[in-house]
């Protein structure tokens, strides 16, 4: 039990680094870019990569209080790319 | 007790699975040297990646919690969005100019994509240049 314990708080460890990591690179491409889809690619890369990290850290917790927040924020991660990119595409979001 | 130590394999095995495949997307979508190519790397993020973390959170809950399968709404809306998103993202970039663009149309027809105001249809400067 403890071996089997302490190998998933190691994967929970290092899954919270990864992610981070990956965060962080997804940054990176918003940043240098070069093109506006490149920028809304790493931004929705970046709401996920999020989800993941609330996921985790509800897992390392313990607690299911966690889930509401990922739900919403997946949910407005969705609408925020769609709408990004229909004001690129049309100049406006709503016609 | 067997299968309590079983279990926390699999959520080990889960969450190593879903990190590997959020770490591949993302060195995806630093290393490609082309947006629509980049494209491609980030939708392993959005299934696989996110996909066994919130498999991992469900076995998780369902053997030390309450055990409940939340999770599944969150994993079936990422599912279902992913491809919208990804297909607006694919017009953004052939809106722009940044890939390679699809033949022209016979007669004076014109791709839907492309249809909006003549000022917003110059390509990006830092475009040309690569």
């Given at each position: 039990?403890?071996?089997?314990m302490?190998l998933?708080?190691?994967?929970?460890?290092?899954?919270?680094?990864v992610i981070?990591?990956?965060?962080?690179?997804?940054?990176?491409?918003?940043?240098?870019?070069?093109?506006?889809?490149?920028?809304i690619?790493?931004?929705?890369?970046?709401?996920?990569?999020?989800?993941?990290?609330?996921?985790?850290m509800?897992?390392a917790?313990g607690?299911?209080?966690?889930?509401e927040?990922?739900?919403?924020?997946?949910?407005?991660?969705?609408?925020?790319?769609?709408?990004?990119?229909?004001?690129?595409?049309?100049?406006d979001?709503?016609? | 007790?067997t299968?309590?130590i079983?279990?926390l394999?699999?959520?080990?095995?889960?969450?190593?699975?879903?990190?590997?495949?959020?770490?591949?997307?993302a060195?995806?979508?630093?290393?490609?040297?082309?947006?629509?190519?980049r494209l491609?790397?980030?939708?392993?993020?959005?299934?696989?990646g996110?996909?066994?973390?919130?498999?991992?959170?469900?076995?998780?809950?369902?053997?030390?919690?309450?055990?409940?399968?939340?999770?599944t709404?969150?994993?079936?809306?990422?599912?279902?969005t992913?491809?919208?998103?990804?297909?607006?993202?694919?017009?953004?970039?052939m809106?722009?100019?940044a890939?390679?663009?699809?033949?022209?149309?016979?007669?004076?027809?014109?791709?839907?994509?492309?249809?909006?105001?003549?000022t917003?249809?110059?390509?990006d400067?830092d475009?040309?240049?690569?």
């Amino acid at each position: 039990m403890t071996l089997a314990m302490d190998l998933m708080n190691y994967a929970l460890i290092a899954a919270f680094v990864v992610i981070g990591l990956c965060q962080m690179m997804a940054m990176i491409r918003v940043v240098i870019g070069p093109s506006t889809g490149d920028r809304i690619l790493a931004l929705d890369t970046m709401v996920v990569n999020a989800i993941g990290l609330i996921v985790l850290m509800g897992i390392a917790q313990g607690t299911r209080v966690y889930f509401e927040v990922s739900l919403i924020i997946a949910m407005l991660g969705f609408v925020s790319t769609v709408a990004y990119a229909r004001f690129v595409l049309r100049g406006d979001i709503i016609e | 007790m067997t299968y309590e130590i079983v279990t926390l394999y699999v959520i080990t095995f889960c969450l190593i699975v879903g990190a590997a495949f959020t770490l591949i997307g993302a060195i995806g979508l630093l290393k490609f040297n082309d947006s629509m190519t980049r494209l491609h790397a980030p939708t392993k993020v959005g299934t696989v990646g996110v996909g066994g973390l919130l498999l991992a959170s469900i076995i998780y809950n369902g053997v030390f919690g309450e055990g409940a399968m939340h999770e599944t709404l969150i994993m079936a809306f990422l599912f279902v969005t992913a491809p919208i998103s990804a297909n607006f993202i694919a017009k953004v970039n052939m809106h722009r100019r940044a890939c390679d663009q699809p033949p022209e149309l016979p007669g004076d027809e014109q791709w839907a994509t492309f249809d909006l105001v003549e000022t917003d249809n110059t390509p990006d400067a830092d475009t040309i240049s690569q």
